[in-house]
């Protein structure tokens, strides 16, 4: 069964610094790892994807790696702005023998940046 | 594109009561996953369905829960004489079919439906 962690839980860090928020998972098969936003009673915004063949993807300040092998990933984030207050979720999707739809989630870091 | 539209975006129901929950997947999109976000824990599958086909229910409760995804009209999640610990968010997200060849083949998620039971 994947399990998908996530840390720090939480993350308070002054506006201007950069940051890397942790993913691990149990089960390598995967197909590919997203990483989403989560702003406060709202829903999930993705931000990066990336398949099992890839090693990092990047969308202006963000940046994410993936290390199948090792069951890692993280987010880079760079020169934080207190717009970057969210809560940070990744999730892995199987393989397509691996019940290949469903998405499992860690239970995200929440950041906050401070002015 | 409007996205995936869950409606209501809040929804109140007294124990006893019937929950519905609609979701409209993206243009072009036919799979709809529901998942379920209790407080301070983090997203849980529920069922994945494609036009008029439950494809995988394994993390639906065996009792209250049902869903649809008719020929016409939204996916609906249908909950039965719900009761307090159902109180959650729910998000509905779809994708494109795997032989659109769209490699990102990424999840879009909807705003999701807070249900309170009280």
């Known amino acids: 069964k994947q399990e998908v962690t996530q840390i720090p839980a939480a993350l308070s860090v002054p506006e201007g610094e950069n940051l890397v928020l942790n993913c691990s998972f149990t089960?390598?098969?995967?197909?590919?790892l997203q990483w989403f936003r989560q702003d406060p009673g709202k829903g999930l915004t993705s931000l990066l994807l990336?398949?099992?063949?890839?090693r990092e993807q990047t969308s202006g300040r963000l940046n994410a790696s993936l290390d199948k092998s090792s069951g890692r990933s993280t987010l880079y984030i760079a020169a934080s702005q207190p717009g970057d207050s969210a809560t940070y979720l990744c999730a892995v999707r199987p393989g397509l023998t691996g019940g290949g739809n469903k998405l499992t989630f860690g239970t995200g870091t929440q950041l906050k940046v401070e002015l | 594109n409007a996205g995936v539209m869950q409606n209501p975006r809040h929804l109140v129901r007294r124990r006893g009561q019937e929950a519905r929950l609609r979701c409209s997947p993206m243009k072009g999109h036919s799979h709809v996953y529901w998942y379920r976000q209790l407080p301070e824990e983090g997203l849980k599958f529920m069922v994945y369905?494609?036009?008029?086909?439950?494809?995988?229910e394994s993390g639906m409760p065996k009792e209250r829960f049902s869903a649809e995804f008719p020929k016409e009209g939204p996916s609906i999640l249908r909950i039965q004489q719900v009761v307090r610990g159902d109180s959650a968010a729910y998000f509905c997200?779809?994708?494109?079919?795997?032989?659109?060849?769209?490699?990102?083949?990424?999840?879009?998620f909807g705003s999701g439906t807070r249900l309170t039971v009280v």
């Open positions: 990336i398949q099992s063949s890839q």
């Open positions: 369905l494609q036009k008029e086909n439950i494809i995988d």
């Open positions: 089960d390598s098969a995967i197909y590919n």
């Open positions: 997200a779809s994708s494109p079919p795997f032989w659109t060849g769209d490699l990102n083949y990424g999840y879009t």
